[in-house]
């Protein structure tokens, strides 16, 4: 518009000037005027009518939205934290286009993890990782997971594959070699934590088969509370990062960066969590050492948990897992390598809950002595215990002391320290995720099409109790 107003500026300058300059020169140009001042007039009735015709036709509701279209949910279909029923649409990527599920990327990978999770956190999870690159999830379930409710849906997405904690899946791992393995042994027959190792190891091992058969290319084990990030990859991709690596690496290994949330009312770690705590491996030595005690704040580790990060594996012979963290081999030595860059984010105690429901989780008596038979890690002790013994505002407090970070001039202090970082990446990803629909939308369609098709992973034990049999039946004997 100020372009049109310069214009008429302009021209009512010059017939000012001209009227000014001789009789002759106005009577001459009066017929230009009106005819300018004509085709004005017609230009923004012509204007004024379109927008007229366009608001009647929206009021009529004649025209789409076509800020995000797509089917919106009714009030009665559940929406919650995922967001509104909308096709998938970036307003801030506008050219940015998403192959969920795409056969054509290459390397392919896949994830395996075991989880008892919702869908508020697995479906930001999944989508998160298949705008990453990750096209395949081996998802066994047990828990809230494992329920129609959640099941129904998880089952619905191209690319995952549900398996549930039967007794026949339980019957196949009792043969698994790995029962016989030494580097296991000493945490096999164990509670609470320990337990959950075992369980993710022999997982693992059966992600293994399933992910060769499915042509896999790498295999991530994950947690349903971690996300890679790739940073150091021009287009931000686990795929690109992958496609990079010599033939000869066998596995590489994500440094963990540690969540530190600022609030003790955290509702979605993955929306809401910017703050981490770097690992050792990318933090300066006399840095680490000058912040140590101000970063373990109140505790006796640097990390609430683990600090060793997560591994991928290259699909090979004979390959096995080593631990939840790690991937070896029967038959060679691997070569591994580590990213500088690119991590897996840990969103770990990001919500109070998380603490508040540690009790129900573990059958051990709170008491010093016996926490430790159950669980690994110092602080998953400690709360274990506040969490069986204390009221909910002693949790709290406990929790704000403990966990969370609060105090502004220590988060300057230890970020220009280079100890925490800022990282906002999957906060706008999932956001945009979320506001687009995808969320609820697969649950839309999920409960649409329950009652007309057959679970998609019906036939899965006569897929793969072969392959299975064949894998267990000769790893019977004793391995390294």
């Not at 698994?176 to 164990?190: A, F, G, M, V």
């Not at 790690?326 to 969103?347: C, G, I, P």
């Not at 890690?377 to 069986?388: G, H, K, N, T």
Request: net charge neutral; aromatic share 12%.
């Amino acid at each position: 518009m100020a372009g049109v107003f310069t214009a008429l500026r302009l021209r009512r300058n010059n017939s000012s000037f001209s009227s000014s300059s001789s009789p002759s020169s106005l009577i001459h140009s009066s017929p230009n005027a009106y005819a300018s001042s004509g085709v004005l007039f017609l230009l923004t009735l012509l204007s004024l009518s379109l927008a007229a015709f366009a608001f009647f036709l929206q009021w009529r509701g004649g025209l789409p939205d076509l800020r995000c279209p797509g089917p919106v949910l009714s009030s009665s279909e559940p929406q919650g934290i995922l967001g509104r029923s909308r096709k998938l649409s970036f307003p801030y990527y506008r050219d940015w286009k998403i192959k969920f599920g795409s056969s054509d990327l290459l390397p392919k990978i896949c994830i395996t993890t075991s989880t008892s999770a919702g869908l508020d956190q697995t479906l930001p999870w999944i989508f998160y990782h298949k705008v990453m690159g990750i096209t395949t999830f081996f998802m066994f379930v047990e828990g809230k997971a494992a329920s129609p409710h959640v099941s129904n849906v998880l089952e619905s997405i191209p690319g995952v594959t549900v398996i549930y904690r039967t007794k026949e899946l339980e019957e196949q791992q009792a043969n698994s070699r790995i029962w016989n393995e030494t580097w296991i042994r000493d945490l096999l027959y164990k509670p609470c934590n320990y337990e959950l190792f075992v369980k993710q190891t022999l997982n693992m091992e059966m992600a293994i088969v399933m992910a060769r058969e499915a042509g896999m290319d790498w295999i991530f084990h994950l947690d349903t509370d971690e996300l890679v990030h790739p940073a150091g990859s021009g287009p931000f991709s686990v795929q690109q990062l992958l496609s990079i690596l010599p033939a000869e690496v066998d596995t590489i290994v994500f440094s963990n960066y540690e969540s530190s949330v600022e609030r003790d009312d955290i509702k979605e770690p993955f929306s809401e969590v910017s703050l981490f705590k770097k690992n050792r491996d990318h933090i300066e030595v006399e840095a680490y050492s000058k912040h140590y005690q101000e970063t373990c704040h109140g505790t006796s580790t640097f990390f609430l948990t683990y600090a060793n990060g997560k591994s991928a594996a290259r699909i090979q012979d004979h390959l096995r897992p080593n631990g939840a963290h790690r991937w070896q081999n029967y038959m060679k030595s691997l070569t591994e390598v580590k990213f500088d860059e690119a991590v897996v984010l840990h969103y770990t105690y990001s919500k109070f809950s998380d603490l508040t429901s540690r009790h129900a989780r573990c059958g051990c008596k709170p008491t010093k002595e016996d926490v430790k038979r159950c669980f690994f890690l110092e602080f998953d002790r400690d709360a274990f215990i506040i969490a069986s013994t204390a009221t909910e505002e002693e949790m709290r407090y406990w929790y704000n002391e403990h966990v969370v970070w609060k105090d502004e001039e220590t988060k300057h202090k230890l970020l220009k320290g280079g100890i925490f970082t800022r990282i906002y990446s999957p906060m706008v990803i999932i956001k945009h995720l979320r506001e687009s629909g995808v969320f609820s939308s697969v649950i839309a369609e999920a409960w649409a099409n329950k009652n007309n098709n057959a679970s998609r992973h019906g036939g899965f034990w006569e897929t793969y109790s072969r392959k299975f049999g064949r894998l267990f039946g000769s790893h019977l004997t004793s391995g390294k």
